[in-house]
């Protein structure tokens, strides 16, 4: 890594002009690499726009502001000269280019240096520099992890240090998945002493429910919840199904459901649960699990997905019924106890 790091550091130090690019439906995570790191360049004078495939969800795009950001569902053909008038692409929290979605040939066309920073498993080899650790917590540790190793954390103003707290923040549960160590912590301590309000990142968060969310949330805790914990062949997990109608009736925006599926997991005994959502371009799964039961596999190879050993996601072009029966075949072959 330390190779890439010093091409990546030359070429900060060169007259580049840079993209900043992170994930469909951007997550904390993602918003936060993309706001952090081109606060990042800005502070060492570096020219840069960050460019998003659609927006994120209302909680998170205030950490989108003041940010020069473009977002491609909104302006296709300025997103397009952007990237023709550039010479480095930053991709972030993502290992493929078609996790950018309709991006995706953008990405594949581009002339100039692409830099791609992800901690996700199974990266594809389509960046010129692959800064890659499966290991790690996040994206957004890793870019700090980065910088260190560059010997650039002067330009880690309150901005960056915001940004990247709050990826460090989301993406391990609020520092309580088995991927934190003490280099995380090290890390969030040397954030917070930039003087930046923690508690207000994550209030910001988790604390701007909407009534419609909250009403969505209770709906389907108590009448859409099914845990799979039979007498014989017991299967320690459960799942949540939400049809369009259902999200519909409650007024659905992008983010309500976001840790509905850590509800799941966190019931007694379980150790894999399933959100399962219909989508207008079809039914999408989040999968998350722990105690060695691992989604990853499942995801991939059954449901056009993937991620990491305890966090998945996938999506079914079949019908809710069909995607239903199938995922609890496979979920009863894989996770009963013997």
Same mark, same amino acid.
């Given at each position: ?21 992170? #994930? ?6 993602? $918003? ?17 726009? $960050? ?23 909104? #302006?296709?053909? @300025?997103?397009?000269? =952007?990237?023709?008038?550039?010479? $480095? %692409? ?5 290992? @493929?280019?078609?996790r ?18 992800? #901690?996700?498993?199974?990266?594809e @080899?389509? &960046? ?9 917590s996040?994206?957004?540790? =890793? ?41 995380t912590?090290?890390?969030? &301590? ?6 930046i309000?923690?508690?207000? +990142? ?6 701007n ?7 969505l949330? !209770? ?6 919840? *099914?845990?799979l ?30 840790? %509905? $599926?850590? *509800?799941? %997991? ?9 959100? +399962? ?8 799964m ?15 190879? #059954?449901?056009?997905?993937? !991620? ?6 996938? +999506? ?23």
């Amino acid at each position: 890594m330390l190779n890439e790091l010093n091409q990546l550091k030359a070429l900060l130090a060169s007259p580049n002009r840079f993209i900043v690019l992170a #994930h469909k439906s951007p997550d904390g995570d993602a $918003v936060g690499s993309a706001a952090g790191f081109y606060k990042f360049l800005l502070n060492l004078s570096c020219k840069a726009h $960050v460019v998003l495939p659609d927006l994120p969800s209302d909680t998170l795009l205030p950490f989108m502001a003041d940010t020069d950001c473009l977002y491609f569902s909104e #302006h296709p053909e @300025a997103v397009k000269t =952007l990237f023709e008038e550039s010479s $480095v %692409l930053i991709c972030l929290d993502f290992n @493929a280019p078609s996790r950018v979605g309709d991006m995706q040939l953008l990405i594949e066309e581009f002339s100039g240096v692409k830099v791609m920073i992800d #901690h996700h498993p199974e990266p594809e @080899a389509f &960046a010129d520099l692959m800064i890659s650790d499966v290991t790690n917590s996040s994206t957004c540790q =890793l870019i700090y992890e980065c910088i260190e190793l560059m010997d650039l954390t002067h330009a880690i103003d309150q901005h960056v240090a915001r940004a990247l707290y709050l990826g460090i923040m989301t993406d391990t549960g609020s520092f309580r998945f088995p991927s934190v160590n003490a280099k995380t912590h090290h890390i969030l &301590a040397e954030l917070m002493s930039t003087g930046i309000a923690h508690w207000q +990142i994550h209030q910001d968060v988790y604390d701007n429910n909407r009534i419609d969310q909250l009403q969505l949330r !209770g709906y389907a805790i108590s009448e859409k919840l *099914v845990l799979l914990n039979k007498e014989k062949n017991p299967i320690p997990a459960g799942y949540i199904s939400l049809t369009k109608e259902e999200l519909s009736r409650f007024n659905y925006k992008t983010g309500d459901t976001e840790g %509905l $599926v850590n *509800v799941i %997991l966190s019931l007694e005994g379980i150790k894999v649960g399933v959100l +399962i959502q219909e989508k207008s371009d079809g039914i999408k799964m989040s999968f998350r699990s722990k105690d060695g039961f691992f989604v990853n596999e499942l995801a991939k190879q #059954h449901f056009n997905g993937g !991620g990491h050993k305890y966090a998945a996601g996938g +999506i079914s072009f079949d019908s809710m019924e069909v995607t239903l029966s199938m995922l609890l075949s496979l979920m009863e072959a894989q996770f009963k106890l013997t």
